[in-house]
């Protein structure tokens, strides 16, 4: 029989390939240079492609089919790269997936979020972060993971497009906060996602956001996941979302029609128990194709 199951099913890999038609495109952004936590980020698209083929097509909760192609546009070019270096290459490829309904950047560090929110273009866009972190640090030391929010600041992005969600305590400096207060960032910690539920605090953002720009980039630092299900970043603590919470946001972020681009960053392979980060990482991408579906 030609379409027995007995063997496989058809995954999520059997919907990423070359297809230049494609509505999404997935880029690999493995920059790794300049973590201020020594790791291995740049493992992270390789270790993300390579679960994929472990997800069906079927939400059976839903009862629906995924359907949606990828084009996959394979790596940036990063090996040994800065974030000084690697902006105009990730930037680049972002934008040469530009008239396709989404772009998916898999990381890689944090660094990637500034060339992909210029990529959309720096005047019309907005920014959500999902970040145990503010990523305010200083730049008079260079680029890092750690700055890439303050960096677009001092590019010009406006703070009130710049919404900022799952911020946790004693992981952050007052300074920081008191950056995000004076920027007019919209804050919103960890504890107003366990109270509020964290789909309705994204929901409340991109409503928030849509009214001040035309497009939304939505950076996933997946540290902000509670570190009991998500050890695969330094700087994921206790504390921290659900996975399920971070499931049911990313569903709801990939409906909205003026989401144009997204990164998933701070996936660190080396650090995995088990292969728990590939498979959160795998379905993170699920939900956001099913959501993406649901536009």
Not at 17 to 39: F, K, M, W, Y
Not at 211 to 240: N, T
Request: glycine share 12%.
């Amino acid at each position: 029989m030609t379409d027995s199951e007995a063997l496989r099913w058809t995954s999520i890999a059997d919907l990423v390939g070359n297809h230049p038609d494609a509505p999404v495109a997935l880029i690999g952004a493995g920059l790794n240079e300049r973590s201020l936590t020594p790791g291995r980020c740049d493992l992270g698209p390789k270790a993300f492609r390579a679960v994929l083929p472990r997800f069906s097509t079927y939400d059976v909760e839903t009862g629906t089919e995924l359907t949606t192609r990828v084009h996959d546009a394979g790596d940036v070019a990063l090996k040994g790269v800065s974030p000084a270096d690697g902006f105009a290459p990730v930037r680049d490829a972002a934008a040469a997936q530009g008239a396709r309904g989404l772009t998916v950047l898999v990381g890689g560090n944090n660094a990637i979020t500034r060339p992909g929110v210029h990529a959309l273009g720096l005047q019309r866009v907005g920014l959500l972060t999902l970040d145990a972190h503010f990523d305010l640090r200083d730049t008079d030391q260079g680029l890092t993971n750690g700055n890439p929010v303050q960096a677009l600041l001092e590019d010009g992005l406006a703070g009130e497009r710049i919404s900022q969600v799952g911020l946790a305590p004693f992981a952050n400096t007052k300074r920081a906060h008191d950056k995000a207060k004076a920027a007019g960032i919209s804050v919103r910690t960890a504890r107003d996602c366990r109270d509020q539920g964290l789909a309705t605090v994204v929901g409340q953002e991109l409503w928030r956001l849509s009214a001040l720009c035309e497009a939304i980039y939505v950076d996933f630092d997946i540290d902000v996941i509670d570190r009991s299900q998500w050890p695969a970043s330094p700087g994921a603590r206790p504390g921290g979302v659900s996975a399920q919470a971070f499931f049911d946001a990313t569903r709801v972020i990939g409906a909205h029609a003026k989401v144009k681009a997204v990164d998933l960053t701070e996936y660190d392979p080396s650090l995995e128990i088990g292969d728990l980060g590939s498979l959160t990482a795998g379905r993170w991408f699920c939900e956001l194709l099913a959501g993406f579906e649901g536009r």
